[in-house]
Every structure is written in C-alpha cells, then in structure tokens.
C-alpha cells in the first residue's frame, strides 16, 4: 500500500453521514485509509452497527481509495512486492551481529517477534530498540520516537537512561520520546491497539514494541475449552499489528515466552505461546537463548521467506544489546 491518501477524511466517503462519521472517530478511525485497518465483523461491533452495513463500509473506502489510484491492487506482481520490501527501513539492534542475522535490523512494515524462555533478553531488547529507533539515520535509527506496550510490569525508565547515557544521548529527550502504556488484561490490551494508529500519527513512531503481546492470553484463557477462544483474538490483535506496521510504516516488535513441553523428549523441548496463529501471522520470528557465558545469548531465525537459517551471538551489557567483545 502507498502512503498517499492517508489524510482523507471519513466524512468523505459516499455513504457516511454526520453520524457514522461521529461514531468512527469516537472508535479512533478518522481516515478512510483507517477504515481498511479494520475487519467488517469487528467494525461491526466497535461501532454498534450489522456486519452488513460494516462490511459495505470497508467495501466502499476500498473503492473509494482504488478508484483515486491510492491503492494498488491486492494482487500485487513480485517486482512490486520486491519494491516493497525495498521501502522497508530498519532499526539496529545494537549488535552487528543481530543486524546482519535480521539483514539490516529491525524492519518496518513488519511484526518481528522474539521469542525465549525467561531472562533471554526479549525485555532487553525491546528497551534497547525503545532508544535506538530514536537515532539518526545516520547511526542506524529512524530519528523517530517509540511506544512501549508493557504488560509485563518490567518496563524499566531508569533502565532506560542507563542505555541513552551509555550510548551518549540525552537521557531526558530520550525518554520523553518513548510513551509507554501499561496493558492490565487481553481487554485491555486490545483497546490499546485500537488507540495505536492515531498515538503513531500523532507522535511521529517508528516503533511499537509489545512486551509481551501474548502472555496475558496465555494467563486469561486457560485449558482447552478456552483455546478457540483464545486463538480467536489472538489471531485478531496479530491482524491489526501487521496492517499497522503496513500502513504507518512503522516497526512493531512482540515478545513471546516459551512454553514447556514436557511430552517431547528430543530436541528442544520449547515452543513459543499461541501456536500457528502467532507463527503465521508475524513477518520474521526470531528464537533467543543463553549461552554459556554471561550475558552471551544467542538469536536464530525461524521460518523466514527472505532470511536463510542461520544463528548468531550477541550481548546483554550496560549499554543494553551488543556484540560480545571478543
Ligand atoms: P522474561 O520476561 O522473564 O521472559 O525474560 P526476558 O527474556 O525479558 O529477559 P530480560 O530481557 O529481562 O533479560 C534479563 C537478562 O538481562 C538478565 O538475566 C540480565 O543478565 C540482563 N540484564 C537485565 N538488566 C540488566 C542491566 O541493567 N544491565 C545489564 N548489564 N544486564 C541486564
Ligand atoms: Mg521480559
């Protein structure tokens, strides 16, 4: 999708009237190119309105946008796809390393999840990338500015004026340049993706990183009888995050714990939370481990259409993700 168009009002759209447009903005859609973030069954309950009047909503933004040439078609051909991807801009991790395994660093326009068993580094990470994104291009940032997504509790501020300060920032600019959100439950937390698109516009984000996305899932839907269920949303909140990253140009980092699988007996007895839906849906998923040494951990990349396997090492030291010193 271009970017172009992205400023058309609701009220524009053939159809919508004082008060559907009243009723978007109040849900936090205020363009029409918004409208296309959203699936007619969800619209339908965010707006108090059928599926049917829902679905001829974003039949008609689709339209609308297609007909002034602001969309291509959803068929895209693979020099178009190449081009695409050649539009994506990347974040450092910190590490050499990391950023020649991901092919440049963290990508925008996509869901990049890290996934690991507890003191892995996934909340290292995301505060590292909360500052480097912040950067100038020049260094390896987007000269843009971060929301942190915490669900967890562990989002650190002092951790991140340890981080700015090692890497020779301003440590007050740096952490008013990041807006953090705690998420209290799965209701919650889909409410705040909700408010995502307008807290990016309107706060100049390159980054989003969600720490964790999936754990509170995994605490309020326990046992099988609650798996549907549980998939269900999941698999809505990974549709958002990937039409957001698309849409805003932004790089939205998740994090996953692992679960134990006791019944296997070979190989690595581990697998992130939330099955196939969470595996299909991310762009590029990434495995983290320990490794011996102290603060030593190691990243390999699972399952990429454009990365070939492989793994790397990197560190976890004061100034947040670096390479080991060797
Ligand atoms: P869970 O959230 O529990 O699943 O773990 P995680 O993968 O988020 O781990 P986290 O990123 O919190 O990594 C924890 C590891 O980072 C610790 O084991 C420490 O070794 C290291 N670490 C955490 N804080 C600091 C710090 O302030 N300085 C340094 N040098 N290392 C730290
Ligand atoms: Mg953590």
Request: overall charge negative; proline content about 4%; aromatic content about 6%.
């Given at each position: 999708m271009s970017n172009e168009g992205l400023d058309?009002?609701?009220?524009?759209?053939?159809?919508?009237?004082?008060?559907?447009?009243?009723?978007?903005?109040?849900?936090?859609?205020?363009?029409?190119?918004?409208?296309?973030?959203?699936?007619?069954?969800?619209?339908?309950?965010?707006?108090?309105?059928?599926?049917?009047?829902?679905?001829?909503?974003?039949?008609?933004?689709?339209?609308?946008?297609?007909?002034?040439?602001?969309?291509?078609?959803?068929?895209?051909?693979?020099?178009?796809?190449?081009?695409?991807?050649?539009?994506?801009?990347?974040?450092?991790?910190?590490s050499r390393n990391l950023d020649n395994l991901l092919k440049g660093g963290i990508a925008t326009q996509a869901?990049?999840?890290?996934?690991?068993?507890?003191?892995?580094?996934?909340?290292?990470?995301?505060?590292?990338?909360?500052?480097?994104?912040?950067l100038p291009e020049s260094e390896g940032g987007l000269n843009q500015n971060a929301i942190y997504i915490d669900t967890e509790k562990t989002f650190s501020p002092s951790r991140i004026v340890e981080i700015a300060t090692a890497k020779g920032l301003n440590p007050s600019d740096v952490l008013k340049n990041i807006i953090v959100a705690r998420a209290y439950n799965t209701t919650h937390l889909l409410l705040l993706i909700k408010m995502l698109p307008e807290k990016i516009k309107s706060n100049n984000v390159g980054l989003v990183a969600i720490d964790s996305a999936v754990a509170p899932f995994r605490a309020e839907y326990l046992g099988r009888g609650k798996l549907a269920e549980r998939q269900q949303l999941l698999n809505r909140l990974m549709h958002d995050l990937i039409r957001i990253a698309e849409l805003y140009d932004a790089a939205i980092v998740i994090t996953n714990q692992v679960q134990a699988q006791p019944d296997i007996m070979f190989g690595d007895p581990t697998k992130p939370v939330g099955g196939h839906v969470v595996a299909h849906a991310v762009t590029y998923r990434i495995y983290l481990r320990k490794a011996k040494?102290?603060?030593?951990?190691?990243?390999?990349?699972?399952?990429?259409?454009?990365?070939?396997p492989g793994?790397?090492?990197f560190l976890i030291s004061e100034e947040g993700i670096t390479d080991p010193t060797t």
């Amino acid at each position: 999708m271009s970017n172009e168009g992205l400023d058309i009002d609701v009220r524009e759209l053939p159809g919508v009237g004082e008060v559907t447009a009243r009723k978007l903005k109040e849900a936090g859609i205020y363009t029409v190119r918004e409208l296309l973030l959203y699936s007619p069954i969800y619209l339908s309950e965010l707006l108090n309105i059928s599926e049917e009047r829902a679905e001829k909503l974003v039949i008609t933004a689709h339209d609308f946008l297609r007909e002034r040439g602001l969309i291509s078609d959803d068929f895209i051909s693979a020099e178009e796809l190449l081009e695409k991807i050649k539009r994506r801009r990347y974040i450092t991790t910190g590490s050499r390393n990391l950023d020649n395994l991901l092919k440049g660093g963290i990508a925008t326009q996509a869901v990049t999840e890290f996934y690991g068993e507890f003191g892995s580094g996934k909340t290292q990470l995301c505060h590292t990338l909360a500052v480097n994104v912040q950067l100038p291009e020049s260094e390896g940032g987007l000269n843009q500015n971060a929301i942190y997504i915490d669900t967890e509790k562990t989002f650190s501020p002092s951790r991140i004026v340890e981080i700015a300060t090692a890497k020779g920032l301003n440590p007050s600019d740096v952490l008013k340049n990041i807006i953090v959100a705690r998420a209290y439950n799965t209701t919650h937390l889909l409410l705040l993706i909700k408010m995502l698109p307008e807290k990016i516009k309107s706060n100049n984000v390159g980054l989003v990183a969600i720490d964790s996305a999936v754990a509170p899932f995994r605490a309020e839907y326990l046992g099988r009888g609650k798996l549907a269920e549980r998939q269900q949303l999941l698999n809505r909140l990974m549709h958002d995050l990937i039409r957001i990253a698309e849409l805003y140009d932004a790089a939205i980092v998740i994090t996953n714990q692992v679960q134990a699988q006791p019944d296997i007996m070979f190989g690595d007895p581990t697998k992130p939370v939330g099955g196939h839906v969470v595996a299909h849906a991310v762009t590029y998923r990434i495995y983290l481990r320990k490794a011996k040494q102290k603060g030593l951990r190691i990243a390999s990349i699972v399952d990429s259409p454009e990365h070939p396997p492989g793994e790397t090492l990197f560190l976890i030291s004061e100034e947040g993700i670096t390479d080991p010193t060797t």
